[in-house]
């Protein structure tokens, strides 16, 4: 085997010790680095380090401990399913699993798999380079541990990099300030405290409630109004728990064959099939269900702009009828982009919440913030809030975030940074032209974050092993996208979001448009999840078309 020399190091169930050469380095433990190492050293028996910033596992889950942090996919469905052990051991309480509930899950997971002997926590890659006559990566920490490996597996997450605006006068902020993605483990006692809040994205609009119930005052800052539908959460039945154990198979092969990966179909019908009145009964029956199924009400939501239209409409009244002040709720529910062609948000209480005597709303496309000052947030018609914390839910520089916060360098010593000047280019998602054996769990380009998270990992961490598997059977050392495979993708990937209504949406951070300066590319890949699995099956079956191999 090319990689028998590499040492296996020593290491002990407390934790390892830093640096070393192996057959794989893995940069992140949340869902997708834990499972990845799982594969590469239990299924391969390759010697694997993953290295991790936090000190713990869980990635997204161990930093977004903000109140009311939930995810919306429903927990049946939000977990590994490449063991049924696992499934059949672990048992949900809720439907949609809180923040310290998928946190626990994932520690168990590490520990089932005695994961922990080979993730190096507190260590933050800086920087990885790709070193040609050896061909190896080489990796550096922070506290400049040095690694070295064959193989080099992002899982960085999609959403990891927290987007803090640069809103003049924040240092001189007295009060205290926190992002959602960054969030004190301790918790943070709002009691008796105005807080304002900038953003409502699906953060804000879980976050919101929960802080209200505790804060003294809550002042809203809404930039851009947005959807919401109920999410209905509640505790799961004996009934559920059971089904759910009885069908792990089923609902896998439902999440298989659906575009976004949750465990229900979309509806084989236009909204133009029923009548106006049937219509309005379905989205009833949908609003009541609540969660992202809403989506899945007819086929033609997110492709047909007229379509679409009646569901938004149907929502906007929603908001009217929930919120009692008219003048709050004509700005929340004054909706500029088709329902969900940005992430939609799903929420317990959000549009309710503005009837309470302690939440003010502020729109500030009517009034935009013009600073923060020493005592809070002052807007361009002169009105400063005064506030004692200040909560930014401004989301993230999305899915090159992570990647081009460390230097990564390829080929010749070539910057992904100067790569992706103009915005990411990816084969699969999976892989850079001029970056051997560097492989992108999630990347852009891939189907990730339009999906429920756990099936393009699972698909991606698989698909990655088993090439590398291939490889190694064969003594190549080396496997790279060609440009014009890349070139292909991209095109492809562009069809494949211009043939919806997701790339019309100028602020949306599936574009970037978010983060001031970065390129308006739409990052996913939005073709579906099961025809990219097919497409990326079709790539290996034919001895990986699309990529030069070597060694
Ligand atoms: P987001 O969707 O990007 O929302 C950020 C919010 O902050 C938006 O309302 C944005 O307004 C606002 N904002 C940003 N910069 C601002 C500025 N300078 N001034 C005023 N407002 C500003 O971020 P997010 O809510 O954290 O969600 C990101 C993604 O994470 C979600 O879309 C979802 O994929 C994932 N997520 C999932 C869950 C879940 O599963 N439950 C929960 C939370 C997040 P504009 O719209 O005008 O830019």
């Known amino acids: 085997m090319p990689d028998s020399t590499t040492q296996h190091p020593t290491t002990s169930a407390a934790g390892q010790g830093g640096g070393g050469r192996f057959d794989a380095l893995v940069i992140g433990a949340g869902f997708s680095g834990l499972y990845q190492l799982h594969c590469l050293r239990d299924r391969l028996g390759l010697s694997v380090r993953v290295l991790e910033a936090a000190e713990g596992v869980g990635g997204t889950w161990y930093w977004n401990r903000y109140p009311g942090a939930r995810c919306d996919s429903e927990s049946h469905s939000y977990c590994y399913s490449f063991s049924k052990e696992l499934l059949e051991e672990w048992e949900w309480s809720e439907r949609y699993p809180g923040q310290a509930e998928i946190l626990r899950y994932l520690n168990h997971v590490a520990d089932r798999f005695d994961l922990r002997r080979d993730i190096r926590f507190g260590a933050r890659v800086v920087s990885a380079e790709w070193d040609e006559t050896a061909e190896l990566w080489r990796v550096v920490t922070q506290s400049g541990e040095r690694y070295a490996a064959r193989f080099l597996i992002t899982a960085v997450g999609c959403l990891s990099a927290a987007n803090i605006p640069d809103i003049p006068g924040l240092e001189d902020f007295r009060g205290r300030w926190y992002h959602t993605g960054q969030w004190p483990h301790e918790g943070v006692d709002f009691t008796g405290k105005r807080v304002g809040m900038i953003g409502t994205g699906s953060t804000g609009i879980q976050a919101a409630p929960v802080i209200a119930e505790a804060a003294a005052h809550l002042t809203v800052f809404q930039r851009t109004a947005n959807y919401s539908i109920p999410a209905r959460n509640a505790p799961l039945t004996p009934e559920f728990k059971r089904y759910v154990r009885e069908h792990h198979a089923e609902i896998r092969r439902v999440m298989h064959a659906t575009p976004n990966g949750h465990p229900f179909y979309i509806e084989d019908r236009s909204v133009f099939d029923v009548t106006p009145e049937e219509r309005r009964a379905i989205y009833e029956v949908a609003w009541q269900r ?5 989506r899945a009400t007819f086929r033609d939501l997110l492709v047909d702009k007229a379509a679409n239209d009646t569901a938004a409409e149907f929502i906007r009244g929603k908001i009217r009828e929930v919120v009692k002040n008219p003048a709050t709720a004509a700005v929340l529910s004054d909706i500029d982009h088709p329902f969900a062609a940005k992430r939609p948000p799903i929420d317990t209480n959000y549009f309710e ?41 401004t989301g993230f520089d999305a899915m090159t975030g992570p990647l081009l916060r460390m230097d990564i360098r390829g080929r010749d010593g070539l910057p992904l940074r100067e790569a992706w000047r103009a915005g990411p280019q990816t084969y699969l998602g999976l892989q850079a032209a001029g970056f051997p054996n560097l492989f992108t769990i999630t990347g852009p380009g891939s189907p990730s974050v339009l999906c429920n998270m756990p099936v393009p990992i699972e698909q991606h961490v ?19 996208a060609t440009p014009e495979a890349v070139d292909r993708w991209v095109a492809h990937a562009n069809d494949a979001a211009n043939a919806s209504l997701l790339p019309t949406v100028p602020h949306s951070w599936y574009l970037g448009a978010n983060v001031p300066g970065k390129p308006r590319v739409f990052m996913p890949y939005a073709g579906g999840m099961a025809r990219y ?11 990986y078309e699309g990529f030069t191999l070597g060694g």
């Open 533 to 543: 699995r097919a497409i990326c099956a079709e790539v290996a079956a034919r001895g």
């Open 290 to 294: 609540g969660g992202l199924q809403f």
């Open 462 to 480: 698989e698909w990655i092993t088993d090439c590398i598997a291939h490889l190694r059977s064969r003594g190549l050392t080396r496997i790279e």
């Open 353 to 393: 919440t503005f009837n309470r005597d302690n939440v003010t709303l502020v729109n500030l496309r009517a009034t935009p913030i013009e600073c923060i000052t020493p005592r809070g947030i002052r807007t361009r018609d002169g009105t400063e809030y005064a506030l004692d914390a200040i909560v930014f839910a």
